[in-house]
């Protein structure tokens, strides 16, 4: 178990170098810097010898290996440099956007547990009946809404029309929340939803099922204590994939609804070329995603003995 995880956590450090090596280029194919973007947006005209000396102050005159070489130094010394756009530290301004990201992550995932896994279960159990038409029919319509017209939909409704939730984030509150996680949880459970029904359905189709209704063993029994277990590693890794994405932040959800989390910051690094955010908010992702799935490696064990982590023999 401890190789397992030792060698798992040595994968990232390639996996960073790479990452963060293609995402420095292809902003640098972009054919724009932050000077360039500032320029444009506040609509004063500058003397080329002005960019070039702004440019030269923050770098972005040097070569790309050599500005690539330079935030590498200060990111492996625990220096993520200063924002080219507002100059304030790079690190603590991603931190002070984790909060909201995290909120809208737990309240996302809880909603979308509570949603898809009884309907999930309830659509296999009532498989090719009124009930199990339905559920499918909403989950169809579900996931082909996209989310940012889900999110218009549920602003119009809730926040101009009957005026229950505010229409754009006024700080990090329950209320503010409501609208941005359900937009999410629609989406999540209209697509998870189908798989805890496929598999609920492949477990309810196998000879333990079979035999434990003719020992006279409730249903009831069977599809919580052995069906529903058994389909908690398929539901898990589901879970994973959304917990990752999430947590790198949903950009379209928290730009319409001004939700001040991580996917906003990146959004707006992007359009202004803000290279240092862009970097942070590249590692941010590297490092959730190889640490969300490796606690879902190591929780397959929990949830069935029977699988094996590399290294381990059977």
């Excluded at 909120?103 to 509570?114: A, E, F, K, P, R």
């Excluded at 509150?173 to 697509?191: G, N, R």
């Amino acid at each position: 178990m401890k190789k397992y995880v030792i060698k798992r956590l040595l994968q990232l450090i390639p996996i960073l170098f790479g990452i963060t090596f293609l995402s420095f280029a292809m902003m640098r194919i972009a054919g724009s810097d932050a000077i360039l973007q500032k320029v444009d947006v506040s609509g004063v005209v500058l003397s080329q010898e002005v960019i070039n000396a702004q440019r030269a102050e923050l770098g972005l005159d040097k070569p790309f290996l050599v500005q690539y070489a330079n935030w590498l130094g200060g990111f492996l010394t625990g220096d993520l440099g200063v924002s080219y756009i507002s100059g304030n530290d790079v690190f603590a301004t991603f931190i002070s956007k984790l909060p909201a990201t995290l909120l809208l992550t737990g309240t996302s995932v809880l909603l979308t547990i509570v949603i898809s896994v009884p309907l999930g279960i309830l659509s296999a159990v009532k498989q090719n009946k009124w009930t199990d038409y339905l559920i499918r029919v909403c989950s169809f319509i579900g996931n082909s809404l996209p989310n940012f017209f889900v999110a218009l939909v549920l602003m119009y409704l809730f926040a101009i029309r009957f005026s229950v939730f505010p229409v754009i984030s006024d700080g990090l509150s329950l209320s503010s929340a409501a609208l941005p996680t359900l937009t999410l949880a629609i989406a999540m459970s209209a697509k998870y939803l189908r798989q805890v029904r496929a598999a609920v359905l492949d477990e309810l189709s196998k000879e333990y099922v079979t035999g434990a209704k003719a020992r006279g063993i409730r249903f009831s029994v069977t599809l919580w204590k052995s069906v529903l277990r058994a389909c908690l590693v398929t539901i898990l890794t589901l879970l994973a994939l959304s917990v990752g994405s999430l947590l790198g932040g949903t950009a379209i959800v928290e730009s319409i609804f001004m939700w001040d989390g991580v996917g906003k910051l990146a959004v707006d690094a992007i359009n202004m070329r803000d290279y240092p955010m862009i970097q942070a908010y590249v590692v941010w992702m590297a490092v959730i995603y190889v640490a969300v799935n490796l606690i879902t490696d190591l929780s397959y064990r929990l949830l069935d003995p029977r699988i094996r982590l590399g290294g381990e023999k059977a």
